[in-house]
């Protein structure tokens, strides 16, 4: 079970929830890069890596059982908030193509680089699978 929390008043969240109230089994995605199963990187463009980057949550979401319609949390970890906003059309483009239009409450923040070198973006998830009986 979930629900969105949207304040009184509030303009509405674009891309993303204010807020998720849920009930269920807890699933923590760690940290995923843009590199493939085999821990390779196949390209070094933001958007490519990007894609790959939430096919990989999306795989760790497969083991547990759950999809995209389970986040409920998603940190956004980027080493460059110039390009990350310059592409947002692109970004989006991705996100709906991958994730579909599942919206968590998200929080995106530029670093000064990522433990691995090539990596231009890292996202990890918390995701809710709902109770059998709710």
Do not use: S
Request: overall charge negative.
């Amino acid at each position: 079970m979930m629900n969105i929390l949207q304040p009184p008043g509030w303009a509405p969240a674009k891309g993303y929830a204010n807020g998720i109230a849920a009930r269920g089994t807890l699933v923590f995605v760690g940290g995923q890069i843009g590199w493939n199963a085999q821990q390779q990187f196949e390209t070094d463009d933001f958007i490519e890596q990007t894609r790959q980057t939430l096919q990989n949550v999306v795989a760790v979401l497969r083991e547990a059982g759950a999809g995209p319609e389970h986040m409920v949390r998603m940190t956004w970890y980027v080493i460059d908030r110039v390009e990350y906003n310059a592409r947002l059309k692109e970004l989006g483009g991705v996100y709906r193509e991958v994730i579909g239009k599942n919206f968590p409450a998200m929080t995106c923040v530029e670093v000064a680089a990522l433990m691995e070198a090539r990596a231009k973006v890292e996202i990890e998830v918390t995701a809710v699978l709902p109770d059998a009986a709710a």
